[in-house]
Each structure stands twice: as C-alpha cells, then as structure tokens.
C-alpha cells in the first residue's frame, strides 16, 4: 500500500509542471479572456474599464458583421473539411499499396503540412496571381477563362479553399493510413473469401473499423478550418469585400485593428461555444452510427 502511495505521489510529481503551464499558459488566460468580455475594456489603463455585463455578446449576436463572418466560417469549414476528408482516404489507401518510389511520394504528400504557413501563403499568391500566375497560365493552355481568384470577390474564398487543402491534406492521410495499418489483413481476406468485391470490402470491413480514425480527422479538421486565420491574413487580409472575412479575422479586427477589445473577447468566447457544440454534435453522431452497425 505505501509503495502504491509512493508512486502516485510520484506521478503528481511529474504531471505538476505540465499542469501549471496548462494553467498558466491556456486555462488562466482563457477564465481572463472570458472576464474582459463582460468589460467595455480600456486596454491602455485597465482601471478605466467600465462593466458592461453581456452587452458585448448582445451586440455581436445583432451585428450583421458577425453574421457575415460566421456564414464565411461556415463556408470555409464547408469548402475544406469534407473535400478534405475524402482526398485524405483516398490518398492513404493508394499509399498503403507497394510501388516504385512509394516513400518519396508519401514525403512529398506530407511536406507541405510542416512548411509555415506564411512563406508558402506568399508562394501561392504568385501561384494565383491573375496576370501571370501558374494557375491562369494552366487554364489559358486548357483554352478555360482566366479567373481572378484573390483579387476576386466570387473566387478569393476557393483560392483559399485549395491553398489550405493543399496544405493540411498531408496530416489527414498520415492519420487515415495510421488507421489502416491498425485494420488486420485477415478481415479483409474473410471479405474476398466470401465473394465480396473491393468496394464491398471497403464498405463493409474497412470504412466501419475506420470510424474512430474519421471522427479524430473531422473533429481536429473542423477545429482547425474554425480558427484558420494565418492564410486569410497573408493571402487576402479578409478581402475583397470582406468575402474571406471568417469570423477569427473579424476577432482580429476588433482587437487589434479597432481596439474593442471588450467584443473581440466576446467573440472569442462565442467562438469557443461554436466550436465546442460542432465537436459534440459530431461525436454523437458518430457514436449513434456505432451504436446502429
């Protein structure tokens, strides 16, 4: 008994330094974020600072900005996480076969993940520049009308789209194959012994053991494209006409642009409430169709 004692306080040893940069770094920070939302905050002299109780959440929640914002969030998340799920499975699973230079192909599909997000968001605004961009260039040889892409308001939301499938995509298919792997050949074997064709076999063995992999993607993937904000703020500062203003580049707006620190705190936590009722909503969905199979 003393030497179980012994080791959990041993244990709580160990833990105490990643729990007090927890608290210090993420927990403190988020009760303070919370706290200056009830505030019309005086950022300069915070003794200045009037309490204003939930009138920072009454007005986003009536600002036609936020709206907008909140429909452009919606859009991104639209636009990448389902794209990107699909483009990620079925990427692992032609990786997952034996070929030539299979390793090299997996480096170069993963490779963009790790690159920063500002020095490739520059790269692709060459890439999308109307006039003589790689993009244009190629649908100018496909005889296709040249787009405007970020210098667009109709197109500068998609330009953004498959910058960020580009870049993110790499991450998905390592989960997806790591998933995979944990598939054990024999019940794929059982499938084709019992007559079952590859799309039968994916159907109905690897796409239901591969549940809890695809709910982590859509989760973590969702959360990402939420608080996506480096690529918005490099390739097209929430333009034009504010068609790419999500709703973290409106929080950047308020806070550091407008100085209303007090609302940006309130979006910031509304934007928490969004994101942590997606998460839920899609884990119960997903153990519902766990429980139905």
Avoid: C, K
């Amino acid at each position: 008994m003393f030497a179980t004692e012994r080791r959990r306080r041993s244990a709580y040893l160990y833990l105490t330094p990643a729990a007090l940069v927890f608290l210090v770094f993420t927990l403190g920070p988020a009760f303070f974020v919370l706290y200056i939302s009830l505030f019309n905050w005086n950022f300069l002299n915070s003794a200045q600072s009037t309490f204003v109780g939930l009138q920072n959440y009454t007005n986003l929640l009536t600002s036609s900005s936020f709206w907008h914002s909140l429909a452009i969030s919606l859009y991104f998340v639209i636009g990448t996480v389902p794209v990107g799920l699909f483009l990620a499975l079925i990427i692992a699973m032609a990786l997952m076969n034996q070929f030539a230079g299979r390793g090299f192909v997996r480096l170069a599909v993963f490779s963009p993940y790790v690159t920063p997000v500002v020095a490739t968001s520059i790269v692709w605004i060459w890439i999308f520049n109307p006039q003589f961009g790689l993009l244009n260039g190629l649908l100018h040889m496909a005889h296709l009308p040249e787009l405007g892409w970020l210098e667009s308001q109709r197109w500068a939301m998609p330009g953004v789209i498959l910058y960020t499938l580009w870049h993110s995509l790499g991450f998905d298919v390592i989960i997806f194959m790591a998933g995979l792997s944990a598939i054990s050949a024999d019940l794929r074997e059982a499938a084709r012994i019992d007559g079952a064709n590859r799309w039968q076999e994916f159907w109905s063995v690897t796409w239901p053991l591969l549940t809890p992999t695809t709910l982590f993607v859509l989760i973590i993937t969702t959360i990402g494209s939420l608080q996506a904000f480096t690529q918005f703020f490099t390739m097209t500062s929430g333009g034009p006409l504010s068609a790419t203003t999500t709703t973290s580049y409106l929080l950047y707006e308020l806070a550091f642009l407008f100085y209303r620190t007090g609302p940006a705190a309130a979006l910031a936590v509304l934007l928490f409430i969004i994101i942590a009722g997606l998460t839920a909503l899609q884990m119960l969905l997903a153990q519902r169709r766990t429980y139905y199979q």
